[in-house]
């Protein structure tokens, strides 16, 4: 069995690019192991065509690569078949796909339930949707502790909700979301339940079934894959009866000058030559993981969170933004009182440690904390103790030159 | 530590920002923000009679580049004829802050001079 992360660094060259010390933002994008790029290499050098089209050996190749990805996301994520997988630009288009479809069998009087808590990518094609079509968000508060107030959920959730859609892990606070609980929430009404995976999939195992969520969003970036793919998972029935969004090749099943009929799902969904490097490397991401085993790599995040935490909690002024243990991943957010979060990441910076200071795309949830926004260390596989301590270390310097 | 970017007049200004608050009545005045990192700057200019800055003030928070940068603005603007302060340009802001502000933060720091254009754009 390999050693985490000792026996993985080799497989990251960009790790140590840059003199970097510590990489301490795989929560915004994760770096990108060897075997990913070779994969995507493969294809480029290979096997380089369209897919779902030409009648050549490569462009079967490459079809036959294209769609063993699928096979691959699909057992990841224990769907029932592959063709419960649409292969999309990443999180934020898997979210705008949702919303634009589905928003448009909703009406005025039905409401969407999301939380405080979400990305940005949750929350404005939610707000663009509805002033199309008329139906009214609703936000699920947070408690003092920085988890969903599960009470209010339960209240809020009711005969008019027709959709929730909910961060299964929050990028700005680190909570892990009790998504089970919602989806029985959801269904009780008739509502369906949408998952913001973007920071769960890469940390823990996510069985679709498990959760028995309806529908489930994620990009590859943040798991070792390429940037510019993602996925949209949905139940069979759903996605066939769901509507695209966006027309053209590859997505119909017959074009007549007047009107056209759609393919099935899930290429009914993906319009147009797809990123196929970005797919092919997306199923060679999966299979990484897969390969060190995701319990491993939540029980890594966990151990190295909790150090971390612990640490970072003996430095005086600074404030964890965020559970400080139970249900969470290894994003930490925190404020050092006198700091701004740019000038602490500047500094940060000059000493090789690489974290994201700002709102983080959730700009509601620091209104709503009274934050300008926080800075954030992130940790993935190929992070140890020693980047947490590197962190420490570089956090004490920054409030020295700042006369903190 | 390569600690250039916060010397002790950056922290100061950031710490004492000079000709903080609001005009009540201002000839021009101007908010703008930095969406990126949620940095805000007001500023309000009071001119006279003859077209000088009279009075300026501002109101803020972000960063200590951002901050700094706004209240030694301020400093420059007092007193200067409406078309000194129309001339002034990134590399009058790069003087005053007297740091290699680099590419990452060069948003932060030219803060102050995107509200001060607005605010002459916006004439009240
Ligand atoms: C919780 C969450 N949702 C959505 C997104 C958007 O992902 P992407 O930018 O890859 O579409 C992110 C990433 O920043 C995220 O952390």
């Known amino acids: ?404 | 530590m390569n600690d250039e970017l916060y010397q002790e007049n950056i922290l100061d200004h950031n710490k004492n920002p000079r000709n903080a608050g609001r005009i009540e009545g201002a000839s021009r005045q101007a908010k703008e923000l930095n969406p990126s990192c949620g940095d805000a700057i007001e500023l309000f200019l009071k001119l006279d009679g003859c077209d000088r800055v009279q009075d300026v003030k501002f109101d803020g928070h972000g960063c200590a580049i951002s901050q700094a940068s706004v209240s030694m603005l301020t400093e420059r603007l007092k007193g200067r004829p409406l078309a000194e302060v129309m001339a002034i340009d990134e590399k009058d802001i790069l003087g005053l802050l007297g740091i290699d502000v680099g590419p990452m933060r060069m948003k932060c720091a030219m803060l102050s001079l995107r509200t001060l254009k607005s605010a002459l754009a916006c004439k009240k």
Not at chain 1, 212 to 222: E, N, Y
Not at chain 1, 361 to 382: D, E, I, K, Q, W
């Open chain 1, 1 to 404: 069995m390999k050693k985490l992360p000792a026996d993985i660094l080799k497989d990251f060259p960009s790790l140590h690019a840059m003199g970097m010390r510590a990489y301490l933002d795989s929560a915004a994008s994760s770096l990108t192991p060897t075997p990913v790029l070779e994969a995507m290499d493969g294809y480029y050098k290979e096997c380089r065509s369209n897919v779902h089209r030409g009648m050549y050996k490569t462009a079967g190749e490459a079809t036959a690569r294209y769609e063993a990805a699928r096979g691959v996301v699909a057992g990841f994520l224990n769907a029932s078949s592959p063709e419960e997988v649409v292969f999309t630009s990443g999180t934020t288009a898997s979210l705008n796909l949702l919303a634009a479809s589905l928003g448009r069998e909703l009406k005025p009087g039905d409401e969407v339930v999301l939380t405080e808590m979400e990305h940005h990518a949750d929350v404005v094609p939610w707000q663009e949707a509805a002033k199309r079509h008329g139906f009214t968000l609703k936000f699920i508060p947070l408690t003092e502790g920085f988890t969903l107030d599960m009470d209010a959920a339960r209240a809020l959730i009711g005969p008019k909700t027709r959709i929730v859609s909910v961060a299964h892990a929050s990028n700005a606070l680190g909570t892990v979301n009790p998504v089970k609980e919602l989806a029985s929430l959801a269904h009780a009404v008739g509502a369906k339940l949408i998952v913001d995976a973007a920071q769960s999939v890469p940390h823990m195992k996510v069985d679709v079934r498990t959760l028995d969520c309806d529908f489930l969003a994620f990009s590859a970036h943040k798991m070792l894959g390429p940037t510019g793919v993602g996925v949209l998972w949905g139940r069979k029935g759903l996605l066939e009866a769901m509507e695209p969004t966006q027309y053209g090749g590859d997505m119909i099943r017959e074009v007549r000058p007047e009107a056209s009929t759609w393919n099935d799902a899930p290429w009914k969904f993906e319009a147009g030559t797809p990123n196929v490097a970005g797919v092919i490397g997306l199923g060679a991401a999966v299979g990484y993981l897969q390969a060190i085993g995701m319990e491993r790599i939540e029980a890594h995040d966990r151990a190295l969170a909790a150090y971390a935490i612990g640490k970072l909690s003996e430095i005086p002024g600074l404030e964890i933004v965020g559970p400080k243990a139970g249900e969470r991943i290894g994003a930490i957010s925190f404020t050092v009182e006198g700091a701004h979060p740019h000038d602490l990441a500047t500094l940060l910076d000059r000493e090789g440690v690489a974290v994201r200071g700002g709102h983080h795309c959730a700009m509601p949830l620091m209104a709503r904390l009274g934050l300008s926004g926080t800075t954030r260390a992130s940790f993935y596989l190929y992070n140890d103790e020693s980047d947490a301590d590197a962190l420490i270390d570089a956090i004490l310097k920054a409030k020295t030159v700042l006369k903190l």
